[in-house]
């Protein structure tokens, strides 16, 4: 469990909901809070003394680096058959929540993955708070809601990147999920998303949108990890993933050009192979996102068709060594 701004009032509650858990052997729970670099607790054994059913390690990293950099730390800190991950402002959403999980594992055997569902607080127009369910078939980039079987992640060489600060989820769960071929998914709501203002993806403007770079980024990180183990899967992937970046670089200015630029040079030139192979089918894969997206569904198709050329022919120039 990562946190960085939260104070000790916040994570009472994540940790009360842990604590709390019932029908379990909470002695087989083993809970990793690692601050990143943000607001240290004044007094750690007087503050986790308040959690005496379960076991919590603490830990405090120097130098932030991330969500991503916390929950890797953690993994490597802890030798549990399951992991699972939360944020800091979030909890558990009743007293029986990982008594599903443990039911899973007795009733069905090991899983690879098991993908339970969350519920999500938010805000509606009128400002007012409001819940919805948001089910793991519709939701398979986010951490929460999961166990992970550490045998599992190991085979395929999977750890959270250290150099994505942002879509770390995407790059770590999503990797997971495209490789795994034993989900079990527990359709009950064991997680609450809880509404933060100052969270990463609440409290951003723009940005989130408008890191295009990053979202390049992640696109060479994931194609790498994928090809490692899947080489299929992996150009099947890149294709996608480079459709929604078509989409998003219509949607939203690049924060910084220049390193937008630089990135997507470098990731075409690296996935020289998955861009050859998708480059055929590219165009109308990026109308079709297109015609799906919110933003831009209404737009004639000959000015979706125009926007979409447009990217492909911006990628072509970017390409060192075109064998097409």
Request: glycine share 4%; hydrophobic share 35%; aromatic share 14%.
């Amino acid at each position: 469990m990562p946190y960085h701004n939260e104070t000790e009032k916040t994570l009472k509650i994540v940790l009360s909901s842990i604590n709390n858990q019932i029908g379990i052997d909470l002695s087989r729970i083993e809970v990793v809070l690692v601050c990143d670099a943000g607001n240290r607790l004044d007094n750690p054994d007087n503050f986790l003394s308040w959690f005496e059913n379960v076991d919590i390690k603490y830990y405090e990293l120097t130098l932030s680096g991330g969500p991503g950099v916390a929950r890797q730390y953690g993994m490597d800190h802890s030798d549990s058959e399951y992991i699972m991950f939360m944020d800091a402002d979030d909890q558990l959403q009743y007293c029986g929540a990982l008594f599903e999980f443990f039911n899973v594992v007795q009733q069905t055997g090991n899983h690879q993955i098991i993908a339970c569902d969350a519920m999500e607080q938010f805000k509606n127009s009128d400002n007012q708070f409001r819940y919805r369910i948001r089910s793991y078939q519709d939701n398979k980039i986010f951490a929460w809601g999961k166990w992970f079987n550490r045998s599992y992640l190991d085979s395929i060489q999977l750890t959270w990147h250290p150099k994505l600060r942002i879509f770390e989820d995407t790059y770590f769960v999503g990797t997971a999920c495209l490789l795994a071929t034993d989900i079990f998914h527990h359709q009950v709501v064991v997680y609450m998303w809880l509404w933060n203002s100052n969270s990463i993806t609440r409290n951003t403007g723009k940005f989130f949108a408008q890191s295009l770079d990053t979202w390049v980024e992640l696109i060479r990180y994931r194609y790498h990890i994928l090809s490692l183990n899947n080489l299929e899967i992996a150009n099947d992937d890149f294709c996608g993933m480079l459709t929604a970046m078509a989409v998003r670089e219509t949607k939203n200015k690049p924060n910084n050009q220049a390193k937008y630029n630089s990135q997507l040079r470098r990731t075409l030139n690296e996935c020289v192979q998955a861009y050859e192979l998708n480059y055929e089918k590219l165009v109308k894969k990026i109308i079709e996102a297109m015609k799906n997206d919110d933003f831009l569904k209404n737009k004639p198709i000959w000015e979706l068709q125009k926007l979409a050329q447009k990217f492909v022919k911006q990628c072509d120039k970017l390409m060192e060594n075109k064998k097409y």
